[in-house]
């Protein structure tokens, strides 16, 4: 492996961690309102795969999203800022945790509602294969999220249209509280799209080159024009389902298993057997993902509420009555 790609790999997922980290602080202290879904446990899956896309690719992801738009290019200080609801955030602060986007870097956004991911992703693979465009979609969700119905009408649709879209089941075992043998008649999700004639494997989602591999292959099979395909990444989440979830469903047994094959963890100590990266190289890139993250914070912190409010709410601006309504 390249020794760019491997610094790129740790330095994306280490800022990822510390990135949601600081986000549940923030969270704690009432700097971020609503619900928040945070990633720790998952960063190979978001790194893993969406290296292995081009930059003209789209991105369509879920409510737990905020890794995704920073792997895409959407920086730690906008995303930061959006879930502090301010002006600065992607979406102009008008969005907040879930609801994330850049056009300009092809990050569709994320969805709050299970499902909606598979018709937006689609959507945008219609539109470019009627373009006869070579780019393609990659659209992640949960293995909750694969018994809702837009699953099955959009796997049915883009596999009879053969639109250029690459699912991403990021398997996390859980549907918040739910187990998935407790959810899912057919655990094994890949096997579920073989059903419409799109083919489909499970990787180890804990391990940021498998998923990196397993997604390269799948992004060729996509873009030589054979349809869709689903990669299930099998992952698991360190915290509750969000910050109002203590997670007790589970035990600290199982909690503690995953923990000890920890996609960071595994991940350096490969990069250092190998010689991808050396001990320095690590401590470098800590210490940056900690600055960008502090940084970040600061900068969501002294940025302004979003002005605009009014006028997307009201049909009259309230500043034509002196601010009196
Ligand atoms: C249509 C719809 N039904 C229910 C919910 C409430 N809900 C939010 S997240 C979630 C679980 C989804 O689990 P999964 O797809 O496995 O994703 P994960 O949170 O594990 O990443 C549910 C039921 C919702 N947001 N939308
Ligand atoms: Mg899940």
Redesign the pocket.
């Known amino acids: 492996m390249q020794r760019k790609l491997a610094r790129q790999f740790y330095y994306d997922m280490t800022l990822a961690r510390q990135f949601e980290q600081a986000a549940a602080e923030q969270y704690t202290q009432g700097n971020i309102g609503g619900f928040l ?1 945070l990633y720790p446990g998952e960063e190979a899956v978001a790194v893993g795969s969406l290296h292995a896309a081009d930059a003209g690719d789209y991105v369509v992801s ?3 999203e905020h890794v995704h738009a920073m792997v895409r290019g959407v920086s730690a200080r906008a995303v930061m800022a959006e879930l502090f609801g301010r002006a600065t955030g992607c979406s102009g602060g008008y969005g907040g945790s879930m609801h994330l986007f850049d056009a300009g870097r092809r990050f569709l956004g994320g969805y ?4 909606e991911t598979f018709a937006v992703a689609a959507g945008a693979g219609y539109w470019l294969r009627l373009n006869d465009s070579a780019q393609i979609v990659l659209c992640y ?5 694969a018994n ?1 119905g837009t699953f099955h009408e959009s796997l049915n649709m883009a596999a009879l249209w053969k639109l250029p879209v690459l699912f991403v089941c ?1 398997n ?1 075992h ?3 509280g739910t187990e998935i043998h407790r959810h899912s008649a057919v655990p094994e999700i890949y096997r579920r799209a073989l059903a419409y004639g799109i083919d489909g494997r499970r990787v180890d989602g804990m391990d940021v080159v498998a998923v990196y591999e397993a997604t390269r292959a799948a992004i060729q099979h996509v873009r030589s024009g054979n349809g869709p395909y689903l990669l299930e990444c099998e992952t698991y ?1 360190y915290r509750g ?1 969000s910050m109002a979830d203590p997670g007790a469903y589970r035990s600290a047994l199982e909690l503690a298993e995953l923990q000890a094959r920890d996609p960071l963890e595994i991940f350096r100590a490969r990069a250092l057997a190998q010689g991808w990266l050396t001990d320095s190289d690590c401590q470098e890139a800590e210490q940056q993902a900690a600055d960008a993250v502090a940084d970040a914070v600061r900068f969501a912190a002294a940025s302004p509420e979003p002005m605009e409010l009014e006028r997307s709410v009201y049909s009259t601006p309230l500043d034509l009555y002196g601010g009196q309504p």
């Open positions: 879904h879920t409510y737990r709050a509602i299970v499902g969700f949960g293995d909750g999220a809702q990021e996390n859980y549907q918040i989440r389902h």
